[in-house]
């Protein structure tokens, strides 16, 4: 019976390992796109009396780290990025990578619009500090963002709001937050 349970133990790590595994970008190790996109439903499911906000963050320019400096400096790079985003947001925030140059935070139950905008402002300063690499590569950090809305059924609603304010951003200048605003519809 002991032997029994002991295997069943093992198993159940296995399964916990796994699942962990099959949620955790292979790089950066915070959570993979799938993962946050089931994350963000499920908050969207649970949603308190003070608004989510998605902010989309996209390293502007990366290409050139890892064409001048190769990839594996370039994944180091990203592995720091995940882990300021990580060590910077509440333990309620839901952090993860899209791909590519691409991140994500759902900051949970804002206050308003304007502490949501200093947060994303906040880790721009802590990226751009990381991306500092005195040999002349100049990555920035452009940011989109949009507030969970009563009518977002799902990540891929209020993602695609956050998205149109990102390329905003990167329209006009790179290197600062935007919310999203119908008029750019």
Excluded: W
């Amino acid at each position: 019976i002991q032997e029994e349970k002991r295997r069943e133990q093992l198993s159940a790590s296995r399964v916990a390992a796994l699942k962990r595994r099959a949620e955790r970008d292979a790089v950066t190790g915070i959570l993979n796109r799938g993962a946050l996109e089931e994350r963000v439903n499920a908050a969207l499911e649970t949603r308190g009396p003070r608004s989510d906000v998605l902010l989309v963050f996209d390293l502007d320019d990366f290409k050139e780290v890892n064409d001048s400096y190769g990839h594996l400096r370039g994944d180091e790079l990203l592995r720091r990025v995940g882990q300021v985003m990580t060590d910077s947001c509440r333990a309620e925030d839901i952090v993860g990578r899209l791909g590519g140059d691409e991140f994500a935070v759902c900051l949970r139950q804002m206050p308003g619009v304007r502490e949501a905008q200093e947060k994303g402002r906040q880790l721009i300063g802590e990226i751009r500090a990381l991306v500092r690499t005195g040999d002349g590569v100049a990555v920035s950090v452009s940011v989109g963002a949009a507030q969970v809305l009563p009518e977002d059924a799902c990540f891929a609603d209020v993602f695609a709001r956050a998205d149109k304010a990102l390329y905003r951003v990167k329209e006009s200048g790179k290197n600062n937050v935007a919310f999203y605003d119908p008029a750019l519809d």
